[in-house]
């Protein structure tokens, strides 16, 4: 609406400008080179105005003139840009699509038309990539990394090139790079903080993580972070101990279910004479993670104290989370220092009907130290070898008595404490028992077991039921106890019976036991 109007007024006021002229006419008369020309004003205008319009034109035409080359260059060169882009096109599709002779095809196609383009050296690294011709891929990345809109690309495809071929240094400096060009690429900067923790730099893994924190979650950074602290205060320990101290508390307080945090926390607040705040610690972290390396340090709070005093402080550990196998075995570790036979043996009988090996281990050395016993000791050892596994410190198929913070593969943070491939296993039972079909004659009876041979049919059993998540509806293998196995279900609340027989040689029961040390 508004444009008609101002169409409107715009028409109105040329036509009262004509009529002005039309009404107040007048002439207008030109002398040049002895000529005299005389005419209206009007005539006069419309003259100029038409001279104008001439010069215009043929100023166009002669300009039109002056840049056709150009224009043809162009219109050439458009031509040629648009046919490179198709080529990058059909070659991205037949990467996508695993083609790989289409692939080089275009790609050739593509650098031939757009030399020097951003995606046709793309589509050529990843085409050289797809045909396994390193050299130029390489060629293709390092091109793409002296240019500045493609740098970061560039040295991504660098650092993936120096990983295949193993070379570590040169994947190190494209990560070391790219980090210091945009610190908040998450590759080059987790690439960076790995190089620098397997290299066992953990100020500089410190400096790379605050580098990292804009990319991470504010929880994956504080456990981090926590993790990080914790090694650089254990690289020094011994040389540092205060500087030591005080990393361990702010790992505390980044991540107070850090075991080692809270471990190594209470040992420093230990021996500097702070063993108030070392028991709240151990005592939080307890609650949240009953594990034995808590016990250990808030077992050893007071260097002083006697083995009584030590099981006392160890019970009241073990009530803040009652039910934990963690507790009984610390209190009956305790116990067993103490001499506390019975108390020792009060705190794992929960755990007797099926221990793990350390409960039947430690049930071994009671017997040891309260009877002297060597056929109950034999006992609980033989039930040891059977057992079912503790958990210990695991990364990557690699268990360590101690935790360490890189995993063997490089992963920070990598261990874990549980039991070793217990993720190794099936959902259901191997060996059930299902109905038989209504036309199938019924199943005899098992055979009794031989006398001679009870050993191996224990061990048929256990293997049925070590990786079997389900409990079967009915062994198809009886159970039969062997003569030194106490059995699965041999109601192990009291104690285990001594054999008849005299026990065997010494030294070869001493090497069998330093196996379970």
């Not at 757009?114 to 085409?127: M, R, Y």
């Not at 790079?177 to 790995?194: F, M, T």
């Not at 059930?432 to 009794?448: G, I, Y």
Request: some cysteine.
């Amino acid at each position: 609406m508004i444009r008609i109007v101002l169409f409107l007024a715009s028409v109105a006021v040329i036509a009262a400008g004509f009529a002005w002229i039309a009404d107040h006419p007048g002439e207008v008369a030109i002398t040049w080179l002895g000529y005299r020309v005389e005419t209206s004003v009007m005539v006069a205008s419309f003259t100029v105005a038409g001279l104008v319009l001439m010069a215009i034109l043929l100023w166009s035409i002669v300009r039109a003139i002056l840049r056709s080359p150009e224009q043809v260059s162009l219109l050439f060169r458009h031509r040629r840009a648009l046919k490179g882009y198709l080529a990058v096109s059909r070659g991205l599709i037949a990467i996508g699509a695993g083609d790989l002779q289409r692939a080089r095809k275009s790609a050739d196609e593509a650098a031939r038309l757009s030399p020097g383009d951003p995606l046709a050296l793309l589509l050529t690294a990843q085409s050289a990539q797809m045909a396994g011709d390193r050299t130029a891929a390489e060629r293709a990345f390092r091109e793409m990394s002296r240019r500045n809109e493609t740098k970061l690309l560039g040295l991504r495809g660098l650092y993936i090139e120096a990983q295949r071929r193993n070379d570590g240094a040169a994947a190190r400096h494209a990560a070391e790079e790219a980090a210091r060009i945009s610190p908040a690429v998450a590759w080059a900067g987790q690439a960076v903080l790995d190089y620098r923790c397997t290299a066992g730099d953990w100020a500089g893994a410190l400096e790379a993580l605050d580098q990292m924190k804009p990319s991470l979650e504010k929880s994956d950074y504080r456990r981090k972070r926590a993790v990080l602290l914790v090694a650089r205060a254990q690289a020094l320990e011994d040389s540092d101990r205060d500087t030591s101290r005080k990393l361990v508390l702010e790992s505390v307080k980044l991540a107070p279910n850090l075991v080692p945090a809270a471990a190594l926390a209470g040992r420093r607040l230990a021996e500097s004479g702070e063993p108030r705040k070392a028991r709240k610690i151990l005592e939080a972290a307890w609650t949240i993670n009953p594990h034995p390396d808590i016990a250990e340090s808030y077992a050893n709070l007071r260097l002083g104290d006697s083995a009584r005093e030590r099981l006392a402080r160890m019970q009241k550990l073990a009530s803040q989370v009652p039910g934990q196998l963690e507790g009984a075995l610390a209190v009956a570790r305790a116990a067993l220092d103490a001499r506390e036979f019975a108390t020792a043996r009060s705190a794992l009988a929960p755990y007797l009907s099926v221990p793990t090996r350390r409960v039947a281990t430690l049930m071994a050395e009671i017997e040891e130290s309260e009877h002297g016993d060597e056929g109950r000791v034999r006992e609980w050892m033989a039930r040891a070898m059977r057992a079912s596994g503790d958990p210990f410190w695991t990364a990557d198929g690699v268990v360590s008595e101690r935790w360490l913070p890189v995993s063997p593969n490089g992963r920070l943070d990598g261990f874990e404490w549980k039991v070793p491939l217990a993720e190794i296993g099936v959902t259901r039972a191997v060996i059930e028992v299902t109905a038989p079909p209504a036309d199938m004659p019924a199943r005899p009876e098992p055979a009794a077991a031989p006398e001679n041979k009870p050993a191996d049919k224990s061990r048929k059993r256990v293997k049925s039921n070590m990786f079997s998540k389900t409990t079967p509806v009915q062994p198809v293998i009886p159970l039969v106890h062997a003569p030194d196995d106490p059995g699965l279900d041999s109601g192990l609340d009291r104690d285990p019976v001594p054999e008849t027989s005299g026990p065997p040689a010494n030294d070869a029961w001493q090497r069998l036991r330093q196996l379970f040390r």
